[in-house]
């Protein structure tokens, strides 16, 4: 009975070793056939930095009160546009303190005075018009003294006196030619005369025309030069005479209104203490101040910005700011306002902050339109493109391995065979990777699940991950 059990035990050993056997043959079949195939894709890439920041206005100014009072008048509206040099609002003099009252007095007479030094001015008019007049000889005088050694005509006046003592010579060998047809005619031939007269003219113009082109190809002879040197010294020291009276007369008044103009300003300053006046074109942003207010200096009155242009400021590490140049294409997303816009890299600090041990640089991005809805002060994401995009391939993840000789993918060519493809695997998008090597678009490759990964590994040896590939970039 005990040979019996013990026969029974044996042979129930052998069937449950011979089951073990038979799961593991089946698993190994079913991990085969868990291997499948992927396409090689193509795709257009481009490298871009994201970052953050507020958004600023060009221009951002705080207006204070410089004295205090009762505010009388308020002419800034929210939103509203304004001009440089508008006044925006002003206090009641009654209510401001004794010294800008008492400067309300001192603009009106320092104007006046200044009013009555500007008109006072014959004698200044009348030496400049003397200075105009000296200045006009001397140049005239200088022309003429700077070209004693020169000839005296310009060069295109001595071509065309040339051109008339050639044009007489014509005249006299025509006039010549005649008198000889009429000079065995008796003397009292009217023929010969007129011939004898022709001649004896046109050798006296042909003579002129000489003289006249001599005079004008030669520098000025002894007399007229002594006389041009005379000329030239007279206008010189009349030019300096009348520049000496001219410095004379408006140094004096100048000094004058310069002292008058100085007190005029010194009273205005203290005098606009009672307005808040725009310093630039712009738009009112919030104003704080309304009729009747009491004020001190230095309350708030008003805050203007010039939203013609609008900045996000980011921040770019050391290791990627090689990559930004200006003008960069920009993509601004304002999450919180909804909005989405473009801009531009306009400005790139040169000079990095260092934070915790990180070293970061600032990138101005120039938004391309001044959005009314975008508000200042808003977070920006801002992604900058730091290359022009290029045409990469993607594999599945999955298909690419790695082992000693580094990594690579099993590409499965027409006939059902696969050849291993060297790579170098790149960023990785959703389920693909990028990669470099002997691949082109179109081609299939296997792709393993991590069943099929783990049946294959005496084979091949792991994947892109961790001990079974290698760490993702």
């Known amino acids: 009975m005990q040979q019996n059990l013990h026969h029974k035990l044996t042979v129930f050993i052998c069937l449950f070793l011979i089951l073990i056997l038979a799961t ?4 190994s079949n079913s991990s085969a056939s868990a291997i499948d195939t992927g396409v090689v894709t193509e795709a257009s890439v481009t490298n871009s930095i994201e970052s953050s920041g507020s958004v600023a206005a060009k221009q951002l100014v705080t207006l204070s009160w410089a004295t205090s009072g009762t505010v009388k008048q308020v002419s800034a509206v929210n939103n509203a546009d304004v001009t440089s040099g508008s006044e925006l609002m002003s206090l009641d003099s009654k209510t401001a303190p004794s010294e800008v009252s008492q400067a309300i007095v001192t603009l009106i007479t320092a104007k006046q005075n200044l009013a009555n030094i500007q008109q006072s001015t014959t004698d200044l008019a009348e030496a400049q018009v003397a200075l105009t007049k000296a200045q006009s000889a001397y140049d005239e005088a200088l022309i003429a003294y700077n070209g004693l050694t020169q000839p005296v005509g310009s060069p295109e006046y001595i071509a065309i006196l040339r051109a008339a003592y050639l044009n007489a010579q014509s005249q006299t060998a025509r006039a010549l030619f005649n008198y000889n047809r009429f000079a065995d005619y008796i003397e009292t031939s009217t023929q010969r005369a007129n011939a004898t007269s022709a001649l004896a003219q046109a050798r006296i113009n042909e003579n002129d025309a000489l003289i006249r082109l001599n005079h004008f190809s030669n520098p000025p002879d002894a007399i007229e030069s002594a006389l041009i040197t005379s000329n030239y010294n007279l206008a010189k020291s009349q030019l300096d005479e009348a520049q000496k009276t001219y410095d004379a007369v408006s140094g004096g008044n100048a000094d004058a209104i310069n002292k008058a103009q100085a007190a005029v300003n010194a009273a205005q300053t203290t005098v606009n203490k009672l307005s808040i006046i725009a310093p630039m074109d712009g738009q009112i942003a919030m104003v704080y101040a309304q009729p009747g207010d009491m004020v001190t200096a230095g309350t708030t009155a008003v805050v203007l910005y010039d939203r013609s242009k609008l900045f996000v400021d980011v921040l770019v590490t050391e290791d990627a700011i090689s990559q930004v140049k200006v003008g960069n294409p920009v993509a601004v997303v304002f999450k ?3 909005i989405n816009t473009t801009g531009k890299v306009v400005l790139i600090d040169p000079i990095g902050a260092n934070s915790s041990g990180v070293v970061n640089y600032t990138v101005r991005v120039e938004l391309d339109k001044s959005d009314p809805k975008i508000l200042i002060g808003a977070t920006a994401t801002v992604t900058i493109t730091t ?12 298909a690419v391995l790695n082992d000693a000789q580094g990594e690579y993918v099993m590409r499965v060519k027409s006939d059902g065979t696969t050849e ?21 678009k ?16 005496n084979q091949r040896q792991g994947g892109l991950f961790g001990g079974i590939g290698r760490v993702l970039r």
Do not use: W
């Open 420 to 440: 291993r493809i060297k790579v170098v695997s790149g960023d990785i998008t959703n389920s693909t990777v990028v990669v470099t090597g002997a691949l082109s």
């Open 387 to 398: 290359s022009d995009p290029q045409n990469k391939l993607f594999v599945p993840v999955s």
């Open 24 to 27: 593991g043959c089946s698993n």
């Open 442 to 457: 179109g081609d299939r490759v296997e792709v393993y699940t991590s069943t099929s990964t783990s049946s294959t590994t």
């Open 336 to 338: 919180g306002l909804n």
